[in-house]
């Protein structure tokens, strides 16, 4: 039930501290070697003959899929590909050795995920050579799906029940996920040393207590700022590197709640023409965390607001993030964690603005949780 809150979406956005501390105590424990150091359902050596990753996903689970590929390439170090599943499933790249494929799907039920991984099962099945043979992990929040019965390694992201049609805690579970994929993969691989494994695990056992004061805070403050988006019409979502995803996810919330025209962009990418859309009427957000694209995002923002845009920030406050309108602060941490960080005023800001307007938030028009049709 909502209990206090008006929606399950709000419920679920506040609940999302309970997920981490939930994920990191199932999966993050600190008894662990530095060999090994996430608890996953199944033997370290599973890990060891692989030497690609390609993601099948849709919607929400691909954006988390997108932050997990930047963390096994650039922390594990393993080449990720990620792919629209509906996409893949008639135009799959040639078959590639020692690969492991993992369908993400909250729901488990997502009829474009399911039938693109079985057949990538079948088309690796029907290779003789033992270097294409079909190696598969789902990644669902339903461990009782279509999903689990059809792919034999699964990972809980154990989000409990969601609700509401927009995704939120399940997509901070799937990141999580993803988080564990990676650490392991660096551990296995050595890509990483125990240090940088062992400081990353310990940032993300602060996670909840860090997510419980955020949302607190941008609760209140983007529910002031959704009164200034009543005639919005369009927004724009600026990120870049690791939340490059979170961009294109506050877009996602924001058109399929709010019906407000939304696009997230590589903010290095707007000077090669969306920034002609720009004028006093529309609102850029724009992801800056401290991290090796700082200046540079920022500069992004800069030439956005010179062409008279409204311009939200979501970064650290320091004098540099002086320039925006509004700034929505995260606190200064690593920025392999920020997207975990940065994904809540994203999801606020987009529940404030849609609920502002009235809207059916937990049940938006011509959506439903699950898509069971290809
Ligand atoms: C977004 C949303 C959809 C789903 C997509 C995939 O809030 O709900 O974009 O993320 O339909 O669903 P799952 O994860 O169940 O495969």
Not at 90 to 99: R, S
Not at 188 to 211: F, G, M, T, W, Y
Not at 233 to 243: E, Q, S
Not at 302 to 318: F, M, N, S
Request: glycine share 6%.
């Amino acid at each position: 039930e909502k209990g206090n809150f008006r929606h399950f979406m709000l419920k679920e956005i506040f609940e999302q501290p309970a997920t981490a501390d939930l994920w990191i105590s199932r999966y993050l424990p600190d008894d662990l070697p530095v060999e090994a150091p996430v608890a996953l359902p199944f033997d370290n050596s599973f890990f060891d003959p692989i030497e690609e990753i390609q993601i099948l996903a849709c919607g929400t689970s691909r954006h988390a899929a997108m932050v997990g590929a930047y963390l096994l390439e650039q922390f594990a170090g393993i080449p990720t590909t990620v792919f629209f599943a509906s996409e893949f499933r008639y135009a799959a790249p040639p078959l590639a050795p020692n690969t492991l494929t993992i369908g993400v799907t909250q729901s488990g039920e997502t009829a474009d995920t399911l039938s693109a991984l079985a057949m990538e099962h079948e088309r690796r099945s029907a290779c003789n050579d033992i270097a294409f043979a079909s190696r598969q992990l789902g990644v669902t929040n339903m461990v009782e799906s279509s999903l689990a019965r059809q792919v034999s390694n699964i990972l809980d992201i154990g989000a409990g029940l969601e609700v509401g049609v927009a995704a939120t805690k399940t997509f901070l579970g799937q990141l999580l996920t993803f988080y564990g994929l990676a650490i392991m993969f660096a551990a296995r691989r050595k890509a990483r040393s125990a240090n940088e494994i062992l400081d990353l695990c310990n940032q993300l056992r602060s996670l909840p207590k860090q997510l419980r004061n955020l949302i607190e805070t941008h609760n209140e403050l983007t529910e002031k700022l959704s009164h200034q988006f009543s005639e919005t019409k369009d927004v724009i979502f600026l990120g870049r590197g690791i939340n490059y995803p979170i961009a294109l996810e506050a877009a996602l919330k924001l058109k399929e709640i709010s019906y407000i025209h939304a696009e997230g962009y590589p903010a290095g990418e707007m000077k090669h023409g969306p920034i002609a859309l720009l004028d006093k009427k529309v609102a850029v957000v724009s992801i800056a965390t401290k991290g090796i694209v700082f200046e540079k995002a920022l500069s992004n923002a800069q030439e956005a607001k010179a062409r008279d845009a409204c311009l939200i920030g979501i970064g650290p406050k320091v004098p540099e993030t002086d320039i925006f309108d509004h700034l929505l602060p995260i606190p200064q941490v690593s920025e392999w964690i920020s997207p975990l960080l940065t994904i809540i005023p994203m999801q606020l800001l987009s529940y404030h603005i849609a609920a502002h307007r009235g809207l059916d938030v937990d049940q938006p028009r011509n959506l439903a949780k699950s898509v069971t049709v290809e």
